[in-house]
C-alpha cells in the first residue's frame, strides 16, 4: 500500500507542475478508495471538490525584490570581507612601519654616539670604520626616513 501512496503522490506532483497556473484541479476518492487529482472532471456520480491553486502574490515583482536582495546581501557580505581583510593589511602595514621607525631611531642614537666605533662591510666584504662625514650622511638618511615615514617622537 504505501508504494501506491509513493507513486500517486509522484503522479501528483508531476501532474501539478505541469499544469498552467489556470486549469481546473479536482480532487475525489475512487472506488479503491485512493485520493485522485486530475484536471478532468470525474464522473457524475463521484463527489468531488475542486481544487484552487495558490493566489497569485500579492506583490507581482515579489520574485525580482527577493532577488535583489538576495544579490544586495551577497554584496553587503563581500564588502563585509574585503573591508576586514583591508583592514588586517593596514594593521599588519602599521606594525611593520612602528617596527622601523623604532629600529630607524636605534640606528639613529647608534650613529650619535661619537665614542662608539661603527664599521660597514664594503661591496668586496670587507669591514671599514666609519668616519664623521659617513656617519653624518647616514643621520640625514635615516631623518628623511624618518620624517617621510611620520615616526612618531
Known amino acids: 500500500m504505501p508504494r501506491n501512496k509513493t507513486l500517486v503522490a509522484a503522479c501528483l506532483a ?7 497556473a489556470t ?10 478508495g485512493r485520493t485522485v487529482y486530475s484536471d478532468q472532471p470525474p464522473p457524475t456520480n463521484v463527489k468531488s471538490e475542486q481544487v484552487r491553486p495558490p493566489p497569485p502574490p500579492a506583490n507581482p515583482n515579489a520574485a525580482k525584490e527577493l532577488a ?3 544579490a544586495d ?3 553587503r557580505q563581500t564588502d563585509t570581507a574585503e573591508a576586514a581583510k583591508k583592514a588586517e593589511k ?50 640625514a638618511r635615516i631623518n ?3 620624517r617621510d615615514n611620520k615616526c612618531p617622537a
Open 14 to 20: 508531476g501532474l501539478v507542475c505541469t499544469l498552467p
Open 23 to 32: 486549469a481546473a484541479m479536482y480532487k475525489w476518492t475512487d472506488a479503491q
Open 68 to 70: 535583489q536582495r538576495e
Open 73 to 75: 546581501y551577497r554584496k
Open 90 to 139: 593596514d594593521r599588519a602595514d602599521n606594525a611593520q612601519r612602528a617596527e622601523n621607525c623604532a629600529l630607524a631611531k636605534i640606528q639613529l642614537r647608534q650613529l650619535s654616539e661619537s665614542q662608539l666605533a661603527m664599521y660597514r662591510y664594503n661591496e668586496k666584504g670587507q669591514r671599514e670604520v666609519m668616519d664623521d662625514d659617513a656617519r653624518g650622511r647616514e643621520r
Open 144 to 146: 628623511t626616513y624618518i
